[in-house]
């Protein structure tokens, strides 16, 4: 059961969230109902009905299987029947020591629980397939906690999110009936009991996949195989919705990988400013294996496990050719469907798309382009000839790339040079052991920010913005040519032009969660004022502030969130910024672990 908390109290709510429970706001004294929402989804007093359980499960974690793992922190109350008769299943994240709490604590804190809280609500206004979160409780309960693993802990408040899902199932509930691992040694709790992998699997295709189940219903080889290749599918379409807004996981081990595809398990997250294909957003992860670019690859392997653990359900011969044939195809597809739509190129799917977009990447990554920034841009870009109105957009998109002190930050060595050192002397005199290390790619990593750096100390703005310019200049010529065809195509510019601005606007949000919007609301929460998550929540509903029929918002959130943000911090130069501009430089160095 739930471990009380002492005196918790409502940090935010999602009302689009808590809708699909049949909850509605209250039309009458707000502040009481704050304060019960707080005293059930705290777990201080458990809701009717609610039988508080916990989940088993197994996972491969940075490549190696760990064995059993389970809901450390996590309780599900049960199940709630929505208004439309849809089931969704509600758990307490935070709640206290569960079976599989092993010598933790079962807790949450307030930085981390805001940032999953925001972030599911993010994702869904997004339109990206991912669990939901309904409220926010905190507390006067402490727990201690080392934040950056570096020696200095410090008490933080217990929180606790309510987590809304169609089923909180993942990949590695699979992995508890794997025997005894090659490399680490390491099984699953339930060797040998196919009884209960089948009862599981029969759930599984039953309840979220019941037009599977009604066509294969005489046939359980071919209907767990279009399941395989369902969730194939379902996970290369997660993932490429992922890259088409910079957003990284940061872990993606097999027990973070949703059974019905959907975004799970929100922890060192990020959305990704500067645009780098090698961006790691998880300060843990010290080989990239998550970095931005790994995460198709590492998708699809996490998929081959899933394989592995339906034998014999699903002979791996089967699941595999399954893979191969549909992984990369349907991620290809469904990612150029995405960017054709960011770029506006509605009309015509060329071949030549693919290569326009590549090189648009490249461009971003030479600029240090702002990722979100420069596709909304975008959509004001005119394929009018017009010199002047030309140099002015590309005036304003060279304002989005990284800037010299910017680029320092980010190019800054992070060995010691005795220790760099020491480690290119151990390559040169005991290559086996190096190779053994594993270290040989961080240490070609760090030579090229050393040499970046370098660089870096001889450049002016001035020769930046020029070399900008340039490298933008010629892309932008090549986009033009291209939506040139567009428009020959269909023949009304004004018409064409019309829809070209409507999709990129419902397609290139404005507003997402970058990490120092979520950093300036947890300062603001610690601090104890709640208003800047509320603020950002407000927002995040609504990421694209140009579609067609919204009315913008973004004034009254901007001037509360900066208030709200420059009380709690006392830093006025961290508030003042409007939520859509380029980060600050400040933002460059958080870590998120």
């Known amino acids: 059961r739930p471990s009380p908390l002492h005196n918790p109290r409502l940090v935010a ?9 049949g909850l509605e706001p209250p039309a009458t004294d707000p502040e009481a109902a704050e304060a019960e929402a707080a005293l059930y989804f705290s777990g201080n007093r458990v809701l009717a009905g609610a039988e508080p359980a916990a989940h088993c499960y197994c996972g491969h974690q940075f490549g190696s299987f760990a064995g059993q793992l389970g809901d450390g922190a996590a309780m599900y109350l049960g199940e709630v029947l929505g208004p439309r008769g849809e089931r ?8 206290g020591i569960t079976p599989f709490s092993r010598q933790a604590d079962g807790r949450k804190v307030l930085r981390s629980s805001i940032r999953e809280f925001l972030c ?77 992998r089948i009862q599981m699997l029969d759930y599984v295709i039953s309840t979220f996949y019941p037009e599977i189940q009604e066509a294969y219903s005489d046939n359980n080889i071919q209907r767990n195989a279009a399941f395989f290749r369902e969730i194939t599918k379902r996970t290369a379409r997660l993932v490429a919705e992922w890259q088409c807004v910079g957003f990284c996981h940061g872990v993606l081990n097999t027990d973070n990988m949703s059974i019905v595809g959907l975004t799970i398990d929100y922890g060192p997250f990020g959305f990704m400013d500067r645009y780098d294909p090698e961006h790691i957003c998880n300060g843990s992860d010290n080989t990239g294996r998550y970095a931005y670019n790994k995460q198709p690859e590492v998708c699809k392997w996490n998929l081959g496990k899933l394989a592995e653990a339906l034998v014999p359900e699903l002979p791996l011969e089967i699941s595999e050719l399954i893979l191969e044939e549909e992984y990369d195809a349907e991620f290809e597809k469904h990612y150029l469907q995405k960017m054709r ?35 909304y841009l975008l959509s004001s870009f005119s394929v009018d000839t017009d010199p002047s109105k030309f140099e002015d957009f590309l005036e304003e998109l ?6 010299v002190e910017e680029l320092k930050v980010a190019f800054k060595p992070q060995m010691d040079p005795r220790q760099l050192s020491m480690m290119l002397m151990l390559a040169q005199s005991n290559p086996q052991l190096f190779a053994l290390i594993g270290t040989k790619a961080n240490i070609n990593k760090e030579l090229e920010r050393i040499d970046q750096f370098s660089k870096l100390q001889q450049l002016t703005a001035a020769d930046l913005l020029s070399r900008n310019k340039r490298h933008w200049k010629e892309w932008l010529e090549k986009y033009r040519v291209r939506l040139q065809k567009e428009i020959e195509s269909v023949g009304d510019a004004d018409a064409w032009n019309t829809d070209h601005v409507k999709v990129m606007n419902s397609n290139n949000p404005k507003y997402i969660l970058r990490n120092y919007i979520a950093q300036n609301a947890i300062e603001a929460a610690e601090n104890g004022d709640f208003s ?62």
């Open 13 to 21: 709510m999602s009302l689009p969230a808590l809708a699909l429970l």
């Open 88 to 95: 969704w299943e509600i758990q307490l994240k935070g709640a």
């Open 120 to 196: 599911s609500e993010a994702m869904f206004h997004l339109g990206i397939p991912t669990t939901r979160a309904g409220t926010c409780v905190t507390s006067d309960s402490k727990v201690v906690r080392d934040i950056f693993y570096d020696g200095n802990p410090k008490n933080e408040r217990c929180t606790i999110v309510l987590r809304i899902a169609s089923t909180f199932l993942r990949f590695g509930s699979f992995e508890i009936f794997k025997p005894p691992d090659e490399y680490t040694g390491r099984k699953g709790p339930s060797v040998n009991r196919n009884d209960i």
């Open 341 to 375: 739509k960011k770029l506006g190129l509605i009309q015509l799917e060329l071949e030549e798309d693919s290569k326009l977009v590549s090189e648009l990447l490249e461009t971003m990554h030479l600029t240090g382009g702002d990722f979100t920034n420069i596709f």
């Open 398 to 403: 060279t304002s989005q790339c990284a800037s």
């Open 532 to 593: 800047e998550v509320r603020n950002v929540l407000k927002l995040l509903e609504h990421p694209f502030q140009e579609a067609e029929g919204f009315r913008e918002v973004k004034e009254d959130a901007e001037e509360e969130g900066a208030t709200a943000t420059a009380a709690a911090c006392a830093e006025e130069t961290r508030s003042r910024l409007p939520y859509c501009s380029k980060p600050p430089l400040w933002a460059s160095e958080l870590c998120v672990t």
